[in-house]
C-alpha cells in the first residue's frame, strides 16, 4: 500500500533555515553553548580554563564547655573506740590487746594482754616499786575519725582556642551567566586546638580525728623482769588490775583504776581540685558552590554548602584531694578518653580572588564563612565536654587555574 510524508508548512520552513545554519557553520560555533534559560543568558563553560586550584592557610576557633562531678572521698574509718576491758571477751587496740586473765589464783581483778612495744610501759606515778611488788602503767592506743558532710562546688567553665592549619581547594567552572559565573569547590582544611579547664575546687570536706588512751596498772613480782612486747601474761608477768570488779590480793594505790583519755588530735579541711586537659583535631572536607562575578582584577563569589568533620579528640581529666596547707594530694585519680565523631556541617560566606597575573592564571584568594556544625560530647572521670566547632573561619591562599 503506498505511503506518503505529510509535513506541516512551518515545520518545512524550520527544518530548511537548520539545514542552510548548519552548512555554514564550523566547529568553534558551538563552544560555549548558548540557552536561553528565560531570565538572563547563560553559558556551559567549555574552554580552558576550567579548573582551579589552590591552598593557603586557615584559621578557626573552636570551644569548649567543661563540667564536673562531685567526686568521692575515701573515708578512713581508724580503730574506733573499743572502751575499756569489762571482764569478758577480748579487746582490741591499736597497738595490742586486754584479755582474760589465765593463770590460776590470779583471777580476782586481772587480765592478760599484749602490747606492741615495750615505750607503752612507763612507771607508776607511786614509783616503780609498791607494796612488794614492781608497779607499772600500761597504755593501749585507738583513733576514730568523723566527717562533715561533703560539699559540691560548681566547677562549669569554658575555653576557646584558636587554630592555625593548612587547607586545600580544588574547583571548576560550571557556568556562566551574562552578569555572573557559578563553581562547584571541595577541598579540605586540617586545624587543631587546645583546651584546659584549669585547677578547679569541687567539693570540700572536713575530717576529724580523735585519739583514745586507754591506761591500765601492771603489777608484777620484783623478782621479773620488766614487762616485754608479746604474749606477756605467758609467766604470770602481766596482770592488769581493775579494782572496780573484784578486791586485788594486794593493797593498791586508791588512784589505780583503768581510765580513757580521748583528745580531738586534727581537725583538717580536705579540698578536692579537678582539672581537665582536652585536645581537639579537625579534618573537614567541604563541598559547595560559588555564585559570583568578576569586577576588574577582582572576582567576588558567595560560597556555600556541605561539610563532613572527623572531630577528634583526647580528653584528660585529673582530680586530687589535697589538705588544707599542703600541696602534696593524699588521693589522686586520673581517667582519659578519646574519640573521633563524624559531623556533617553547614558553611556560607564570601570569597574574594585577586588575579596576580593579566591572564589571569595565578590568584591570590581571602575568604570568610560561618562553619555550622552539631557540637560533640565527651566524658572521662569526673569531667564532662562539649566541643564545638561551629564559629567563623578565615582562609588566605594562593591559587593557579589550568
Not at 137 to 146: I, K, L
Not at 197 to 219: C, F, K, L, M, W
Request: hydrophobic share 35%; with cysteine; charged share 15%.
Amino acid at each position: 500500500m503506498p505511503t506518503s510524508l505529510l509535513v506541516h508548512p512551518r515545520a518545512a520552513v524550520l527544518l530548511l533555515a537548520a539545514a542552510t545554519v548548519l552548512t555554514q557553520a564550523n566547529a568553534t560555533d558551538f563552544s560555549p553553548i548558548d540557552f536561553d534559560c528565560g531570565i538572563d543568558k547563560m553559558v556551559v563553560v567549555e574552554g580552558a580554563p576550567l579548573w582551579f586550584f589552590g591552598g593557603g592557610t586557615v584559621v578557626r576557633s573552636i570551644n569548649a564547655s567543661f563540667s564536673s562531678a562531685t567526686p568521692d572521698f575515701d573515708r578512713q574509718t581508724g580503730h574506733g573506740d573499743p572502751g575499756l576491758y569489762q571482764r569478758k571477751g577480748r579487746v582490741t587496740y591499736k597497738d595490742g590487746y586486754v584479755d582474760q586473765h589465765d593463770v590460776v589464783g590470779r583471777r580476782n581483778g586481772g587480765a592478760g594482754g599484749y602490747v606492741s612495744s615495750s615505750s607503752q610501759i612507763r612507771i607508776h606515778p607511786v614509783g616503780e616499786f609498791f607494796g612488794g611488788m614492781r608497779y607499772y602503767v600500761v597504755d593501749f592506743h585507738s583513733d576514730e575519725y568523723d566527717y562533715s558532710d561533703l560539699q559540691g562546688i560548681s566547677a562549669n567553665g569554658s575555653d576557646s582556642d584558636t587554630g592555625v592549619g593548612p587547607y586545600l581547594q580544588l574547583g571548576r567552572h560550571l557556568a556562566r551567566f551574562t552578569s555572573f559565573q557559578v563553581n562547584l569547590t571541595a577541598g579540605w582544611s586540617y586545624l587543631s586546638t587546645s583546651h584546659s579547664s584549669g585547677s578547679q575546687p569541687v567539693a570540700r570536706i572536713t575530717e576529724n580525728r580523735t585519739d583514745h588512751t586507754y591506761s591500765y596498772d601492771y603489777i608484777a613480782d620484783s623478782s621479773l623482769p620488766k614487762l616485754i612486747p608479746g604474749f606477756v601474761n605467758t609467766n604470770d608477768q602481766f596482770f592488769i588490775t581493775d579494782p572496780t570488779k573484784a578486791a586485788p590480793p594486794l593493797p593498791l594505790p586508791t588512784h589505780s583504776f583503768p581510765s580513757q583519755h580521748s583528745t580531738l588530735a586534727s581537725s583538717t579541711l580536705f579540698t578536692a581540685y579537678n582539672t581537665t586537659n582536652l585536645n581537639v583535631n579537625l579534618n573537614e572536607v567541604p563541598i559547595g558552590l560559588e555564585v559570583g562575578r568578576k569586577a576588574g582584577p577582582v572576582n567576588l563569589f558567595f560560597t556555600g554548602g556541605l561539610t563532613l568533620n572527623a572531630v577528634n579528640y583526647e580528653l584528660e581529666n585529673r582530680f586530687d584531694w589535697v589538705a588544707a596547707g599542703s600541696s602534696t594530694p593524699i588521693a589522686s585519680r586520673v581517667a582519659r578518653d578519646t574519640g573521633t565523631p563524624l559531623k556533617v556541617g553547614l558553611f556560607g560566606g564570601i570569597v574574594a580572588r585577586y588575579n596576580l597575573t593579566k591572564d589571569g592564571r595565578l590568584y591570590f584568594e581571602s575568604s570568610g564563612t560561618y562553619r555550622w556544625v552539631d557540637p560533640v560530647h565527651a566524658s572521662a572521670g569526673l569531667a564532662s565536654v562539649e566541643i564545638d566547632p561551629s564559629s567563623f573561619q578565615g582562609r588566605l591562599g594562593i591559587g593557579i587555574r589550568f
